[in-house]
């Protein structure tokens, strides 16, 4: 039987809806390997890997690229790493033009700048996010996270996962001690901040200020609640022995009920609370200032009967509790 010289159009379509292909395939569905290799070199097509083909002579698309990249790894391989923490919903991530890849352990693929390849014997199993199988939330942040070396984006990104509800401190930590231990240290110290509260880069500032302050335990994004357990505030930090809380101005990782700084803060004030508050940029530019000013507000809260609240810690928060003023 002739081979076909002429491909059908809507089989083309449906092979590569994104104009991405591998070789074998167009082959395979009839395209002769020498009007691939011509269109190639002719510039109207373009091989960004391996046996891969961009049907386009323009520059790809993100989508292009994970697809031209997924298509060269094979089709067992996941994505994750910053690219799949974004299809889980992420937003605070890094800026980042390597794609990054987990195949099973004795694949054999190139590890091309622009392509993290990473052999893994612990390949997780692929989760459909818009046609692509990416890999679970605590993978995809933790891969992301161990390629970086700034804490404040290893914080920023490990705390957009936890404050939009895609995963917990205990599942990430689990996640990285199953995990491959490379480049792991930070990740694990920010961990340990994020046990203890901290949900946001502003608020790690705070925390490495208060250490060094001389001033009782702090926690960090506690609840608040009245006596009669409605809900008064989630301050950043909160001295317990005292009732003073601490607020870096940053209304980013606050719940919707918190949206109001100002009216927030009236409520801890009549409620006794004693407010202490810095813009983020200070913690930064002034730190010495920072602790004296803190420690000033410590001695003022000191000097005043503490206020009669509920205090739960961060790590035992359940965040649906009844705001009565909402």
């Known amino acids: 039987m002739p081979r076909r010289s002429r491909v059908d159009p809507f089989d083309l379509s449906m092979l590569a809806p994104l104009g991405v292909a591998r070789v074998a395939d167009l082959v395979a569905l009839g395209m002769p390997s ?3 290799t011509r269109r190639v070199r002719s510039g109207r097509w373009r091989r960004p890997y391996p046996g891969v083909v961009l049907m386009q002579s323009g520059v790809p698309t993100r989508e292009q690229e994970i697809a031209a990249a997924m298509a060269y790894a094979g089709s067992d391989s996941v994505l994750t790493g910053i690219d799949g923490a974004r299809r889980h919903g992420l937003r605070r991530l890094p800026d980042g033009r390597s794609l990054h890849l987990l195949v099973p352990g004795d694949r054999r693929r190139r590890f091309d700048l622009g392509l993290r390849i990473e052999r893994t014997d612990r390949l997780p199993p692929g989760l459909e996010r818009s046609g692509v199988l990416v890999a679970p939330v605590e993978r995809a942040v933790l891969d992301a996270a161990r390629h970086r070396t700034d804490r404040d984006e290893i914080r920023a990104m490990l705390s957009d996962a936890l404050s939009r509800g895609r995963t917990t401190v205990a599942r990430l930590q689990e996640e990285l001690e199953e995990g491959n231990q490379r480049g792991s240290g930070l990740v694990r110290e920010v961990l340990e901040e994020l046990a203890d509260g901290i949900r946001s880069a502003v608020e790690g500032w705070g925390r490495d200020l208060h ?3 001389g001033l009782p335990p702090m926690l960090w994004n506690p609840t608040l609640l009245l ?8 301050p950043d930090g909160y001295q317990v022995d005292v009732g003073m809380a601490w607020e870096q ?7 919707p009920e918190e949206d109001d700084t100002a009216r927030r803060r009236a409520r801890m004030v009549a409620a006794g609370v004693v407010v202490a508050h810095h813009r983020p940029r200070r913690l930064r530019t002034e730190p010495d200032l920072v602790i004296r000013e803190l420690q000033s507000w410590y001695r003022l809260a000191a000097s ?3 206020p009669n609240l509920i205090v739960i810690p961060a790590a035992l928060s359940t965040r649906p509790v009844a705001d009565a003023h909402e």
């Open 34 to 36: 020498s009007t691939i």
């Open 211 to 213: 250490a060094v302050s």
């Open 227 to 234: 006596p009669d357990r409605t809900f008064l505030a989630r």
């Open 249 to 255: 101005d940053s209304m980013e990782f606050h719940p």
């Open 304 to 306: 005043r009967p503490a």
